[in-house]
């Protein structure tokens, strides 16, 4: 049988971490700027997910599921997987 579960109490994740596609390891969202913001390059591209094997999601990515989970019946808010601390 199936069970409903309401959506206003489910949180859509936003993990602010990469994970290696190869190995499986992770880098905190910290060291994903660091990486990629460096000598003349003094900000983050919003559209980038992806550095190498490394894939994480990227300011857009960020804005676009937190606009689903807001303006959409699909979550009740969202919540922030940090994997750095």
């Given at each position: 049988?199936?069970?409903?579960?309401?959506?206003?109490?489910?949180?859509?994740?936003?993990?602010f971490y990469?994970?290696?596609?190869?190995?499986?390891n992770w880098?905190?969202?910290?060291?994903?700027?660091?990486?990629?913001?460096s000598g003349?390059?003094?900000?983050?591209?919003?559209?980038?997910?992806?550095?190498?094997?490394?894939?994480?999601?990227?300011?857009?990515?960020?804005?676009?599921?937190?606009?689903?989970?807001?303006?959409?019946?699909?979550?009740?808010?969202?919540?922030?997987?940090?994997?750095?601390?």
């Amino acid at each position: 049988a199936a069970r409903h579960f309401p959506s206003k109490k489910m949180t859509l994740g936003l993990p602010f971490y990469a994970r290696n596609v190869r190995s499986g390891n992770w880098i905190s969202y910290e060291d994903i700027v660091q990486r990629l913001v460096s000598g003349s390059r003094s900000y983050l591209d919003p559209s980038i997910d992806m550095n190498g094997d490394d894939y994480f999601n990227g300011v857009t990515t960020i804005q676009l599921k937190t606009a689903l989970a807001v303006q959409s019946a699909a979550a009740g808010g969202v919540m922030v997987w940090e994997a750095g601390q």
